[in-house]
């Protein structure tokens, strides 16, 4: 599979997550059948921000840790977008973690 297609099948997961939701690289890769590249969906995520209906803020790490917030314009802009949809953000750590996670559906 090319880099570009995947980035797409990444993209289409994104624009998926509803507002106020969150959700983790590690499941978005599980979800395209490729549990172990999560690393890839970070790129693909890091290469998305210009692209303005993938919604990048929604995608954190594991444990709910906004490891991506160094690639948004401004320091605080992940976690200002994700405080606008009711999201508790504190250490750049989501609160009620669990709460906000939402779970892609198997795409392959």
């Keep these: 599979m090319s880099e570009d297609n995947f980035f797409e099948r990444v993209y289409a997961i994104a ?40 919604p990048a803020h929604r995608v954190v790490n594991r444990n709910g840790l906004l490891t991506g917030k160094l690639h948004f314009d401004g320091t605080n802009l992940m976690q200002q977008l994700l405080e606008n949809e009711g999201i508790i953000v504190i ?13 892609p559906e198997i795409q392959f």
């Design 15 to 54: 624009r998926q997550i509803p507002y106020g939701k969150v959700t983790s690289y590690g499941a978005i890769a599980k979800a395209l059948g490729t549990a172990r590249s999560a690393r890839m969906v970070g790129w693909a995520m890091n290469a998305s921000h210009n692209i303005e209906d993938v």
């Design 91 to 103: 250490d750049n750590q989501i609160v009620d973690f669990a709460k906000h996670f939402w779970q």
